[in-house]
């Protein structure tokens, strides 16, 4: 009896609680964790050196001068009405039902840009992107616009805040503005950006060459490859690409479920010296997978346990190298049936290596400094593993939830 209380009071260490993956991030990460809900306006803090830059609007680029002499692309077909009762995302309503003066229809006094914005998530999937056409398509401002607010990645409309009562404000064409459109309200003569609250807020760059690097990272382009093509200050790119890996952070946390049936455990270290330790899990028999970036210094038993248990469903089979941090795991009340690794019997965690092995080879890929970024780098690790086909339109629709701006 004895012997059977002790053992109790010798897990009770191991309580489950809920673990946010951003914990894993060390106070030195330049990351910040994405807020759960309501809008979101600053994914990332940049400094206020690079928010100051000089904007390079008036230099001509690489992707300009290419771009040339391309034709111009067909105008887009309105789009006919698509309803999806499944959708996980409800697309914010717009503060009108009017049929409003639009930059679409080409109306002279426009205060909407597009007369629809996309609603359900296949509008989004639907999209068929080449990369010449897209080059030709963001180079044309107006066709760019209509291109952005039907995405919901800049805002349809805009409402003056500065004023007793909200009004709505006009679109007006401004040549020597870096959107080439601003809001501007016909009362009190406030203006405001195109791109406000946006993924493109606070950046000095145009917006073509920042749409066009969005495609470029969906498409796994490297940092040299972006930088050269586009002609974008290498700054403006590492803190946009900053900005995109957010997504793929903020993706993982909703979508992502805890892995169940049999699952391969293994840990691996990068970037000497200071070694990152980071923590793999992968089904055996399906495609999901974690990375968590293991805590420096810091890093025991009970952290490692913790983790397993906040991403691994209870009952389901677990192995493990034979390291003895990980033997608690099958006398937690969870019933992990839990294995050690045993090539002779045909017990493996060659998956889990072959992962680790993977995210070596990405990281090298990379061609930048990892360090300050390493936790947000794992996520678009896995964020790459699950979205497999059309990562453009996916990147998209996500950044159209994250920021809400319509």
Not at 63 to 90: A, I, L
Not at 110 to 134: G, H, L, N, Y
Not at 188 to 200: M, N, Q
């Amino acid at each position: 009896m004895a012997s059977s209380n002790s053992k109790e009071d010798a897990y009770d260490d191991y309580t489950y609680e809920d673990f946010d993956l951003s914990d894993s991030d060390q106070e030195h990460s330049l990351h910040t964790p994405v807020p759960d809900d309501g809008p979101v306006i600053d994914v990332l803090e940049e400094s206020g050196d690079l928010i100051e830059m000089e904007s390079q609007a008036n230099i001509p680029t690489p992707m300009h001068e290419e771009c040339q002499d391309k034709e111009d692309m067909d105008e887009p077909r309105p789009r006919k009405d698509v309803t999806n009762d499944d959708s996980k995302w409800q697309a914010p309503k717009p503060l009108s039902r009017a049929v409003l003066p639009s930059l679409e229809q080409n109306d002279k006094a426009r205060v909407t840009i597009c007369r629809q914005p996309f609603v359900s998530e296949a509008e989004w999937d639907a999209e068929q992107v080449e990369k010449d056409a897209f080059r030709a398509l963001v180079l044309d401002q107006t066709k760019l616009a209509l291109w952005l607010a039907r995405r919901r990645l800049i805002s349809n409309e805009s409402y003056c805040t500065n004023c007793p009562r909200p009004i709505a404000m006009g679109l007006s064409r401004e040549i020597s503005h870096n959107d080439f459109y601003v809001w501007r309200c016909r009362k009190c003569g406030r203006r405001f950006p195109v791109r406000l609250r946006s993924v493109f807020d606070k950046l000095k760059c145009t917006m073509d060459v920042l749409v066009y690097l969005i495609y470029m990272w969906a498409e796994g382009a490297t940092f040299d490859e972006m930088c050269n093509e586009t002609g974008a200050p290498p700054a403006v790119v590492t803190v946009f690409i900053n900005r995109l890996r957010a997504v793929c952070s903020w993706y993982l946390k909703r979508e992502t479920d805890r892995l169940e049936g049999v699952i391969e455990i293994a840990e691996g270290a990068y970037l000497d010296p200071p070694r990152i330790c980071a923590l793999a899990g992968v089904e055996r028999f399906g495609n999901r997978c974690f990375l968590i970036r293991l805590p420096q210094e810091r890093c025991n038993q009970k952290l490692l346990i913790r983790f397993i248990r906040h991403r691994v469903k209870p009952g389901s089979t677990i192995i493990t190298s034979d390291w003895p941090g990980y033997k608690p795991l099958g006398d937690l009340p969870e019933g992990y049936a839990h294995l050690v690794a045993d090539p002779e019997r045909n017990v493996t965690i060659q998956k889990a290596d072959n992962l680790l092995e993977q995210l070596a080879m990405f990281i090298d890929e990379l061609q930048t400094d990892c360090r300050e970024q390493f936790s947000s780098i794992l996520d678009e690790f896995v964020w790459r593993r699950i979205c497999t086909e059309k990562r453009f339109s996916r990147v998209c629709y996500i950044l159209a939830q994250l920021y809400n701006v319509s």
